[in-house]
């Protein structure tokens, strides 16, 4: 394993009931690499995500990040750690402001109690703004979340995650319901990010066209199980792959 891996996944398992959703899943994520997780719908990537942000339990298995077991921890005690998460459906409070939204994740990183005195609407209102200015969404601060565009509310969720400092961010369809234009366009933007904060990018995507442009290595799930994992280009071309997900190339004059 190597030496700057900021994630070590070991042998992780999941299931509900009888259905596996992740099957001995092993794999690293070195420090500001961008690792895209792909595979056919419910091959397990959204059950990964909850894993490794505390959501869920995991059966059996080992998640290590920055060097520490962080298996079994609270959601909250990982975002303080720097692991950032966004959502395949946007999470902010609709009835609250994007401002509001990205203050109440500031509050969430403090663990002394003060903060729970601080006026409410001051609570680092400047570092909310920062945050929401690097999201491309400062202009739209004081509107209510349940006012926002869908890919604005993607923003916000960026700016949420950014929040927590994170030194690895937790991606799960990052640019799922958007228009193509848009989606280069907040993809570039998260990769342009996270290589200014030296984050480390997981994320999941059923765009191939995301995936291949910016994505490191790229890690193929099916049913659970890691079938295929390397740069792009191998992955693109397993056959294994294209049997349970890509599909046959395309001929040329096909296209
Ligand atoms: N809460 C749940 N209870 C029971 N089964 C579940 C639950 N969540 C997921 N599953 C099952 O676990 C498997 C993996 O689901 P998961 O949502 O992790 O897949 P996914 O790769 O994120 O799919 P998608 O591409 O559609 O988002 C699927 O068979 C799914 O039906
Ligand atoms: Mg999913």
Redesign the pocket.
């Known amino acids: 394993m190597s030496e700057s891996a900021v994630l070590i996944v070991d042998r992780l398992c999941k299931s509900?009931?009888g259905?596996h959703?992740l099957r001995e899943l092993s794999f690293s994520v070195n420090s500001g690499e961008k690792v895209a997780v792909i595979?056919?719908?419910?091959?397990?990537?959204?059950?990964?995500f909850n894993v490794l942000n505390g959501q869920l339990a995991a059966d059996a298995g080992a998640v290590v990040f920055d060097a520490a077991s962080i298996g079994g921890l609270p959601p909250q005690t990982i975002a303080r750690r720097g692991v950032g998460r966004t959502f395949?459906v946007p999470a902010t409070f609709g009835s609250m402001t994007a401002r509001e939204n990205v203050q109440l994740a500031l509050f969430g990183r403090h663990t002394q109690l003060r903060a729970a005195f601080a006026d409410a609407r001051a609570f680092e209102a400047k570092e909310s703004l920062a945050l929401l200015e690097r999201a491309g969404i400062v202009a739209l601060a004081d509107r209510s979340c349940a006012t926002l565009a869908y890919g604005d509310l993607k923003r916000v969720e960026l700016a949420i995650a950014l929040a927590c400092r994170p030194r690895l961010l937790l991606m799960d369809?990052p640019t799922a319901g958007l228009a193509p234009s848009e989606r280069a366009t907040l993809m570039s933007l998260v990769v342009a990010l996270a290589a200014n904060d030296g984050v480390a990018l997981l994320f999941?995507e059923?765009d191939m066209d995301v995936v291949f442009a910016h994505a490191d290595r790229v890690l193929v799930?099916n049913r659970?199980r890691l079938i295929s994992a390397g740069p792009p280009s191998v992955v693109r071309s397993d056959p294994q792959v294209r049997k349970v997900y890509l599909g046959p190339p395309t001929l040329p004059g096909n296209a």
Not at 39 to 48: E, H, Q, S, V
Request: aromatic letters at 4%; a neutral charge.
């Open positions: 509900y009931g259905v959703a595979g056919p719908n419910g091959a397990g990537k959204t059950t990964l395949q369809e999941t059923h799930l659970g």
